[in-house]
């Protein structure tokens, strides 16, 4: 089968590998329908993920036909349409009972698929824990509607989820690429009274305007006047920080109020600058990054619902063939590319 594999730093290559077999009774062969590009992958790529394993096959965002399944499985059968959840994790442990998935203690827990086992830019991947790390696609949700489940969309909803919004708020949501749009569209589901949007690309600064004209939109020049003046107590109350750049986290704790939750969604490069001195009496509380993706059930029914749709992400179609110009596009961002899908069938 073709897998788009890791090979060396700054080298994927389209490969020929063997189908991939069930080693345990937990896990389950996905046929891939429908895969994606995500950032992470880029990151994989230029060798900012150490943990990441050379010659797997990448790709973590996927929806599939399940193949085959463990004697253990029992929540997914062969013929089923399911997303495929961007962490591995077992469901037992004191992380997993607590719903910290993204800290589960398997050997494989947490990102694992496309990282450090193979992935789903891929005719075929194996899935382990598959009764945790596959959800069944309601009839009435298509392959496009469920592509971003397991992964951007599930991201989104545990930042909209843990940041304790209330319908009085102000919120700021820094960086509007495919995460901070999924992030905008779960921060909505809270109705907090403002959300402003800040992203230094006018075109997607656009795209929010056109899709959801109620939220304000900024450019990270003047940000902080910007919120202080369209917000009730000096800043927002919450700010969630998806964009990643030193930039964005200095702009994410100086435009907060005292006492708001600043929510880091962003995976950086590097480390970042905490300037205690100069926020000393804000108060802040921070959250650090690590998407828990185990409420894919939930989104898709939000996804039946009408409340969640993020096929206006996908501006750009490529069989899996093609998918060196898909790359090319997406980390280049050319021709206003948000999100590629990859057509794996
Ligand atoms: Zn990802
Ligand atoms: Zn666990």
Known sequence: MLAYTY?????????????????????AIVRVTLGSICTSDLHIKHGSVPRAVPGITVGHEMVGIVEDVGAQVTS??????????????????????NGWVNNCTDPNGGWALGCRIDGGQAEYVRVPYADQGLNRIPHSVTDEQALFVGDVLATGYWAGDISRIKAEDTVLILGAGPTGLCTLQCVRLKNPKRIIVCDRDPSRLDFVRRHYPDTLTAAPEGLEAFVRSNSDHGGADV???????????RLAWACARPNAVVTIVALYGGPQLLPLPDMYGKNLTFQTGG????????????????????TPLITHRFPLRQIEEAYRIFEHRLDGVIKVAVDCT
Not at 88 to 96: L, N
């Open 7 to 27: 090979v060396s730093p700054g080298n994927f290559q389209l490969l020929d590998k063997p189908k991939p077999t069930l080693l345990h009774p937990r896990d």
């Open 76 to 97: 997914v059968h062969p013929g089923d349409r399911v997303t495929v959840n961007v962490e591995t994790f077992c469901g037992e442990c004191f992380f997993c009972r």
């Open 239 to 249: 700010v969630l920080e998806v964009a990643g750049a030193p930039e964005t986290f």
């Open 291 to 310: 998407v828990d993706g185990c409420h894919c059930a939930q989104t898709l029914e939000l996804i039946v619902q009408g409340k969640i749709d993020t």
